[in-house]
């Protein structure tokens, strides 16, 4: 009996060895090549991991798209008057992520994230390569917040139990209230001296002078009804998208059940991913390629169908009698033009236009002769006075060259 025993233990030994030298020689998957270390998630999570669950996984999504983040805190900046559900709604134009646009209605959530975009693009990243270790990390942070004595039910917000978890809700779901805390405290005594935890100095309206509680409250943000579309889903690690029918948020595909939350790397608006596993996850489009524009060809116009040559000859010969009977119409015209002047104007003399009275033997008018006669018998009787020889002179322009009014009396 001990021989057996003894036998069967030996050939039991035998194959662990042989199953542990297989597992050593088997190819084990590779990690990714940066993955956020413990110390660094508790540093990261520590200053949101007590915010209500539904305003912390919008956070954690808008997270993952650090453009639009910075560019919805300036849309904020350029509103301070508006939040909640009035800055949404006013917000409604911008093609932001829904995540993102949400928080618009939590200005100081926003410029926080804005003011500290390193620590923002940081956790984004973490949740995209470590979705369960951040949600384990958020847990274990209540945990100890709990532990404290720092986080219970109030009026603003309600803590429940389930097992080991602990869930975080508003009291009303159209109000919500959001903590501000000190990590150095919250959570009792720090244990990564290393690595201490991220924080921001108090918003204004909450820390009130002589008071030390562990989270201080503001005044709460007024929401529609189903404002928020995440959800945890903490038994399986994951954030969830609930399909609600709110204003701002319009999933592609209709779905009645939660579904897991989907990265979409477009809203990156080309910021790259730190990490190599990301950018292998999430490789950016190829640019198209412009297409090069060859030169268009010259037409080429076919050679004319003999119907086609019957009809541009019979045109040709329409034409051809009709333009040789316009050129003998004005060259018609053009004679009987020429014809016309030539009797207007008598032969051997110039035309009328260009004849002289003086110069061609024509009279001129009887009272240019008068007043030349009148003028010339002055002259002559100056001249008589002082010569007192000669008699009146006719010097009229037609005196002498047959003109009839200087002829002598009786002559023709």
């Known amino acids: 009996m001990f021989r057996i025993f003894r036998k069967w233990m030996t050939g039991l030994l035998l194959a662990a060895c042989a199953?542990?030298?297989?597992q050593a020689q088997t190819p084990q998957p590779p990690m990714p090549e940066h993955v956020y270390s413990q110390q660094e998630l508790d540093q990261m999570l520590a200053p949101i991991a007590l915010y209500p669950d539904p305003l912390l996984t919008q956070i954690l999504?808008?997270?993952?798209?650090?453009?639009?983040?910075?560019?919805?805190?300036?849309?904020?900046?350029?509103?301070?008057?508006?939040?909640?559900?009035?800055?949404?709604?006013?917000?409604?134009?911008?093609?932001?992520?829904?995540?993102?646009?949400?928080?618009?209605?939590?200005?100081?959530?926003?410029?926080?994230?804005?003011?500290?975009?390193?620590?923002?693009?940081?956790?984004?990243?973490?949740?995209l390569t470590q979705e369960p270790y951040v949600l384990d990390t958020i847990q274990e942070l209540r945990r100890r917040a709990y532990e404290a004595g720092n986080l219970r039910s109030d009026a603003n917000t309600l803590v429940t139990e389930q097992g080991s978890l602990l869930m975080v809700q508003p009291v009303s779901p159209v109000v919500v209230y959001v903590p501000y805390y000190?990590?150095?405290?919250?959570?009792?005594?720090?244990?990564?001296?290393?690595?201490?935890?991220?924080?921001?100095?108090?918003?204004?309206?909450?820390?009130?002078p002589g008071v030390s509680v562990?989270?201080?409250?503001?005044?709460?943000?007024?929401?529609?009804t189903n404002f928020f579309f995440g959800a945890f889903d903490w038994h399986r690690h994951q954030v969830d998208?609930?399909?609600?029918?709110?204003?701002?948020?319009?999933?592609?595909?209709?779905?009645?059940?939660?579904?897991?939350?989907?990265?979409?790397?477009?809203?990156?608006?080309?910021?790259?991913?730190?990490?190599?596993?990301?950018?292998?996850?999430?490789?950016?489009p190829a640019p198209r390629a412009t297409p090069s524009v060859a030169p268009r060809p010259a037409p080429q116009r076919a050679a004319p169908t003999p119907q086609q040559q019957r009809q541009q000859q019979q045109y040709q010969r329409q034409r051809q009698p009709q333009s040789q009977q316009q050129l003998q119409q004005q060259r018609q015209h053009q004679q009987q033009q020429q014809q016309q002047q030539q009797r207007a104007v008598p032969s051997g003399q110039a035309s009328p236009s260009r004849a002289r009275p003086e110069s061609r033997g024509q009279s001129a008018p009887a009272g240019q002769r008068e007043a030349r006669r009148e003028g010339s018998a002055q002259r002559e009787s100056r001249q008589s006075g002082s010569a007192g020889q000669a008699g009146p002179r006719d010097v009229s322009p037609g005196a002498g060259r047959g003109d009839p009014a200087s002829a002598p009396p009786g002559r023709p």
């Open 19 to 22: 199953l542990s030298l297989a």
């Open 61 to 127: 999504m808008a997270s993952t798209y650090p453009l639009e983040v910075v560019r919805a805190a300036r849309w904020s900046r350029a509103h301070p008057q508006l939040e909640g559900d009035e800055a949404v709604r006013a917000a409604a134009n911008e093609n932001w992520d829904p995540s993102v646009k949400s928080l618009v209605a939590f200005p100081r959530v926003l410029a926080m994230m804005d003011e500290r975009i390193d620590w923002t693009e940081q956790l984004g990243e973490a949740f």
């Open 182 to 208: 000190d990590p150095w405290i919250v959570y009792g005594t720090w244990w990564w001296p290393s690595y201490p935890p991220v924080r921001w100095a108090p918003w204004p309206g909450y820390v009130y």
């Open 214 to 224: 562990g989270i201080y409250w503001g005044s709460g943000i007024a929401l529609s």
């Open 241 to 284: 998208t609930v399909y609600v029918n709110n204003h701002y948020y319009h999933p592609r595909v209709t779905h009645s059940v939660p579904l897991p939350w989907r990265h979409q790397a477009e809203h990156r608006r080309g910021v790259a991913y730190r990490h190599e596993e990301l950018r292998r996850r999430y490789p950016e």
